[in-house]
Nanobody, 121 residues
């Protein structure tokens, strides 16, 4: 079964750091582009960062300069490094990727299960 598995969420004090991972399962050959979203309680899901297949990145103004995306193609994993965390970063974080598959339909789009990040003041 193809899926994206997130890990690395948790509770951290303001100013601290966390690293989220989004790893592809065995049926996924490669991750093309990946987006990261977050959804805070009572708010709409927000796109915060994107990484392309050639590792070009873009960030929302709310996280620019504090969050960094990177990828390890050998591990089929993308990392979201979050530094200088603020209470307003508290949310469930989701990865979403366009991936190549080992079987038909050969290409598809998947979401991770979400990772809770809580930043205390």
């Amino acid at each position: 079964q193809a899926q994206l598995v997130e890990s690395g969420g948790g509770l951290v004090q303001a100013g601290g750091s966390l690293r989220l991972s989004c790893a592809a399962s065995e049926r996924i050959v490669s991750i093309n582009a990946m987006d990261w979203y977050r959804q805070a309680p009572g708010k709409q899901r927000e796109l915060i960062a994107t990484i392309t297949g050639v590792s070009t990145t873009n960030y929302a103004d709310s996280v620019k300069g504090r969050f960094t995306l990177s990828r390890d193609n050998a591990k089929n994993t993308v990392y979201l490094q979050m530094n200088s965390l603020k209470p307003e970063d508290t949310a469930v974080y989701y990865c979403r990727a366009d991936v190549a598959l080992t079987t038909p339909p050969w290409r598809s789009d998947y979401w991770g299960q979400g990772a809770q990040v809580t930043v205390s003041s």
